[in-house]
């Protein structure tokens, strides 16, 4: 079983940076592929980026592409994402998933284990 804690989300002006952080228990962390996803109200949720489990291969949505920077520090079992030039249409709450697997994937049904998720709110 895996636990998964976000930290890190808030009220930030457009423009503005944050930083993601989804604490991971358990001996597999370094073993699974990572996802960060996204679900605004009213709307279906959303990938935004994944990241293998060596950290080696990446991918992010294209409305993140240039933006947000996915990372891990497999040494602190901790996923991270950074997120500059932050605009109103990123306000979500977010979420970090994990696989059983070291391959990344864009598809949440992919996906494990969750977190309960932190609120990221822009204002424009």
């Known amino acids: 079983q895996v636990q998964l804690v976000e930290s890190g989300g808030g009220l930030v002006q457009a423009g503005g940076s944050l930083r993601l952080s989804c604490a991971a228990s358990g001996r597999t962390f370094s073993s699974s592929a990572m996802g960060w996803f996204r679900q605004a109200p009213g709307k279906e949720r959303e990938f935004v980026a994944t990241i293998s489990r060596g950290g080696g291969t990446t991918d992010y949505a294209d409305s993140v592409k240039g933006r947000f920077i996915i990372s891990r520090d497999n040494a602190k079992n901790t996923l991270y994402l950074q997120m500059n030039s932050l605009k109103p249409e990123d306000t979500a709450v977010y979420y970090c998933?994990?696989?059983?697997?070291?391959?990344?994937?864009?598809?949440?049904?992919?996906?494990?284990?969750w977190g309960q998720g932190t609120q990221v709110t822009v204002s424009s």
């Open positions: 998933a994990a696989r059983r697997v070291g391959f990344s994937s864009r598809l949440d049904n992919n996906y494990d284990y």
